[in-house]
């Protein structure tokens, strides 16, 4: 029995290559595209695309924020710890977790010895993590016994900004902060105590005034991944203090006796 539909001798027809792909028929009109017709395209190369550090590329140490109060240290923990997808230990949320009662009213209640019991203890329990994101307020790593344990075991880094930036900060957050003049008080001592640690010059600093809460990500992750310094925004130790410029003493006032010019005889 003959076939019923022979093989043709005809070969397809193939359009030059571009760059985007090869088709050989237009299949979307079944008139004028022949039997045999199909659509296929050819891939164009892969472009290598470039990713930041992730959380297999960190080192086996923690990332230790600290800082004074205002200064963001706790958005900025929580945002590294989402992008990356590791543990975050927020040691003041721990504390108030753990006794029911606000720092403020911890101290109130029984006192600095027994805030700076509860901090250490978390420190403690920050040292046996690793890769992990650790927020400290900054009087606690005032104490040696708190400073020894972290340093240890992560990379400290204390973030800092202008104080008229912090205040800004804090009002921008919440500006019950300013209404309630206790509730403002404390937050004041509170903030006085914590800039200590500004002026440890052990420490790796900082600078967030001018920079978006992006940059500060990008640039603490990437410190955490190399152990280097990234940009001159980080500095050891407190800034210099700004001094005006010295100007000469003109006048009356002139250490110097005034000179006259000699007159001719």
């Not at 985007?20 to 022949?34: E, H, I, R």
């Amino acid at each position: 029995m003959p076939d019923e539909f022979p093989p043709s001798t005809e070969q397809p027809s193939i359009p030059e290559m571009d760059d985007g792909g090869v088709t050989v028929a237009d299949t979307q009109n079944p008139d004028t595209a022949p039997d045999s017709a199909f659509e296929w395209t050819v891939p164009t190369p892969l472009v290598e695309l470039q990713r930041g550090p992730s959380r297999f590329d960190l080192p086996d140490r923690n990332l230790i924020l600290t800082g004074f109060l205002g200064v963001g240290k706790t958005t900025i923990a929580r945002r590294i710890a989402r992008q990356l997808g590791v543990d975050l230990l927020d040691i003041d949320d721990e504390i108030e977790l753990r006794e029911v009662l606000s720092i403020a009213k911890i101290r109130e209640l029984y006192g600095d010895s027994r805030l700076k019991s509860l901090e250490h203890d978390l420190c403690r329990r920050a040292a046996l993590m690793r890769r992990s994101v650790i927020d400290v307020p900054g009087a606690a790593l005032t104490d040696s016994r708190n400073f020894d344990l972290l340093t240890a075991t992560g990379y400290v880094v204390v973030l800092t900004c202008e104080l008229g930036e912090a205040l800004r900060r804090m009002h921008q957050k919440s500006e019950l902060h300013y209404r309630d003049r206790v509730t403002r008080g404390r937050m004041l001592g509170r903030m006085r105590r914590e800039h200590e640690v500004v002026s440890d010059a052990r420490l790796l600093q900082l600078d967030t005034t001018h920079l978006t809460i992006d940059e500060e990500v990008d640039l603490l992750i990437r410190y955490w991944a190399t152990g280097e310094p990234p940009g001159s925004l980080f500095r050891y130790g407190p800034r210099e203090p700004l001094r005006a410029p010295q100007r000469p003493v003109v006048g009356l006032t002139s250490s110097a006796p005034p000179t006259f010019p000699k007159l001719k005889k």
